[in-house]
């Protein structure tokens, strides 16, 4: 969704020139950091608060390192 919205402004900014840029580009630019402030405090809940983690992956590169 965020590649969609960022296409789109560029599209708007790349075809319109300097118009597009308030208050649509300023609009569609607050949306998509507004999108990437929200994917990332998702992504630190699952990682911190629900233990979401690769474990397995973990567990094979110390047995790698420990052999070497």
């Not at 609009?27 to 998509?32: D, G, H, K």
């Not at 990682?47 to 992956?57: C, I, K, L, R, W």
Request: glycine residues 8%; charged residues 10%.
């Amino acid at each position: 969704m965020l590649v969609l919205i960022q296409i789109w402004n560029w599209y708007l900014r790349h075809s319109e020139g300097a118009v597009a840029v308030l208050p649509t580009g300023l609009i569609l630019s607050v949306v998509a950091v507004l999108l990437m402030l929200f994917t990332g405090w998702m992504g630190w809940q699952m990682v911190y608060h629900v233990a979401v983690s690769d474990e397995a992956g973990r567990k094979t590169a110390s047995a790698n390192r420990s052999r070497t």
